[in-house]
C-alpha cells in the first residue's frame, strides 16, 4: 500500500509548515493578545493612580495607547490570516493531484457523485484551514492565558469567568449534538440535488428537445426544498443556542462587574482591578464564543477533512503491483467475477480465458448480459469482486496508469472526447508526434474526413464541435490505435458506421491483431466480425457464459497458474 500525501508528508508538511512555520504562527496569535494583556493590566493600575489624580489628560493617553495596541493586535492577526490563507493554498496544491485522480477512479465506477464531492471537501478543507474556524482554535491559547491572569487578579473572579467559558463550551457540544446530523444530512443532500442539476447539462439536447427542463427543475426543487427544510431546522437549533451563548457571555459579565463593584464598596479591590477583570474576561470568552458561532464552518471543515483522509486513503490502497514475469505473454483473465452491491445476481462469474498476441475475441450477448462490464474489468476500470485480469503479467487494476494507459487502446459504446482539437484527441494529450497521430488517423480510416474538415487536424472534437456521430467514432478508433496499443477493446464499435467505415475498421482490427494486439471486441453483430475472431464468447444474464468458438484451452490455463502463482 503506498502512503497519500498526507501520510507521506504528514498534513502540516503538506500544508508547508515547518516548526519554523508553526512557531510564527504560533507567536502571532499569541503576541497580539499577550501584548494587549499587558496593556490591560497597567491600564487597571494606572486607572487606579488616575482616581487618585484626577488627572484627565492621563485618561486620554491611556485610550489613545489601548487604541495603539488594539491596532497592533489586529496587524498580528492580519499577518497569521495571510500565513494560514498561504497554508491552504499550499494543502490545496498538495491534495489536488491525488483527490483528482481517485475522483477519477470513482467516476470509473460509476461514482460520480462522490468523485465531484471528493473534489469539493478539498475546497471545504481549505476554506477551512484559512478560515474563523481555525483561526478561533488558535486564539483559546490566548484565552487560556486571559483566564489564569484572572485568577492572578483574584480568584473569584477567575471562577466567575471560568463558569461562563464552560458553559460556553458546553453549548458548543450541545449545538454539535442537535444540530450536527441535520446539518450534515442537509448539506449532503443539497450537494447531491446540485449535483443532479448540473448533470443534465451533458443531455442539454434532449432536456430542451423533449420539453423536460420544467420536470427536472420542479424535481430538483422538491429535493432542495427537503435538504432545505434540514439545514433550516438545524439552523434554527443553532440560532437558539446561539442566543443562549450571547446570555451566557452577558451573565459572566455581569457577574465579573457586580462582584467587582461588590469588592470595591466592600474595600477589598479597586476600580482598576474590576476594568482589568473584564476586559480579560472579554478576551477570553471571545474565541470560545467563535467555535459556537462558526460552528457550521468547524462541521463543515472537519467533515471533509474526514472525508478526504478516508478517501484518499482508500485509493492509496490501489497501488501498482509489478508485472509478474513467469505470467504468459497477452492477455490472462483468471476467475474473474463482479457483484454489484445492492443487485441479486452477479454480472459474472468465474470466467477464465487466455489469449495470446494478436488473438480476436468476440463478446456477445443480449442487453444487460454484461459485456460493457467484461471490458471495463478487463481495461482495469473497475476493480474485480474476485480474480484478476492480466495484460502481459501486469494486473490492470493494481497498475500505473501511466504506463498501462500508453499499451491500451479503448473505444467505449458511448464515445467520449475531450474537449481539444482532433490532433490531441488522437495523440492522447498536447505535442504528440504528427506522424504517430496520421498514422493511427490513417489506419482508423479517418484522415480523409479529417482532411476535409475546415480546420483539419486542428478542427475542435469535443461536445461543442461539429462532428457528426459517426466522425467522433473514427476519431475515437483513431485515439484507440494510437501508437499501437498491446491491447485494443472495442464497444459495439460498428454502431452508425457507414459501410466504407465498417470496412476500415475491420482491415484496422485486423492490421492491430497482424501487429501483436489482443483484440476485444463486443458487439451485437457478430457476423460483422466473426471472420476475424478465433474465439467467441457469450453471455448470459445472471453473470454465467457460454463458449461459441475457441475459448480457454484448460491445460494452457493450468500451466499458466503454476507459473504465475
Ligand atoms: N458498477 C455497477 N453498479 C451496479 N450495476 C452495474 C455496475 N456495472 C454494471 N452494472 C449492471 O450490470 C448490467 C450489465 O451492464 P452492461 O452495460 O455491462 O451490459 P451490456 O451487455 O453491455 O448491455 P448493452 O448490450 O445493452 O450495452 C447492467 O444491468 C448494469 O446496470
Known sequence: MSATVLQRRGWLRAMGLGPGSVLAILLLSLGGMLGLFDLVLSIAHITDGVLESKNGNTVLALMLVFAMATLLAAYYRHRREALLQAMAERLGLA??????????????????????????????????????????????????????????????????????????????LVLRRVAGPAAATGEAELAAAGHELAGQLVHADLVRGLGQLPALLGR????????????????????????????????????LTGSGVLHVIEGRGTIGLVLGAVLLGQFALRPLAGLVQHFEAWQAGTRAWARLRRALAEEAQVTARPPLTEARPGLVVEDLGFHPVGRDQPVLTGLGLALAPGE????????????????RLVLGLVPPDQGRVLLDGQDTWFCDRGTLGARI?????????????????????????????????????????????????QAPAGTSAGLSAGQRRLVGLARALYGM?????????????DGAARQAMRAAVSQASAAGAVVLVATHEPATWADLAGHRLRLEAGGTFEWLAGGPDESDMERHRAAAG
Open 95 to 172: 491534495l489536488r493531484a491525488e483527490a483528482l485522480q481517485a475522483a477519477i477512479r470513482r467516476a470509473a465506477r460509476r461514482d460520480l457523485v462522490a468523485g465531484l464531492d471528493l473534489l469539493g471537501d478539498v475546497a471545504a478543507a481549505q476554506r477551512f484551514v484559512a478560515g474563523e474556524a481555525v483561526a478561533g482554535l488558535l486564539d483559546l491559547m490566548g484565552a487560556a492565558a486571559a483566564l489564569g491572569l484572572v485568577f492572578h487578579l483574584h480568584a473569584g473572579f477567575g471562577w466567575i469567568l471560568l463558569a461562563g467559558m464552560g458553559a460556553t463550551a458546553l453549548l458548543g
Open 409 to 457: 487502446g479503448y473505444l467505449p459504446q458511448d464515445v467520449q472526447l475531450l474537449e481539444a482539437d482532433i490532433f490531441t484527441n488522437i495523440g492522447r494529450g498536447p505535442g504528440a508526434p504528427a506522424e504517430l497521430v496520421v498514422a493511427a488517423a490513417r489506419m482508423a480510416g479517418a484522415h480523409e474526413m479529417i482532411g476535409r474538415q475546415p480546420l483539419g487536424y
Open 220 to 255: 430538483w426543487q422538491r429535493r432542495h426544498e427537503a435538504a432545505l427544510g434540514l439545514a433550516d431546522m438545524a439552523a434554527a437549533r443553532s440560532d437558539a443556542i446561539r442566543e443562549l451563548q450571547m446570555l451566557v457571555a452577558a451573565l459572566t459579565m455581569m457577574g
Open 485 to 497: 496499443p498491446r491491447l485494443l477493446v472495442l464497444d459495439e464499435p460498428e454502431i452508425g458506421l
Open 360 to 375: 480476436v475475441l468476440l463478446v456477445e450477448g443480449g442487453n444487460g448480459t454484461g459485456k460493457t462490464t467484461l471490458l
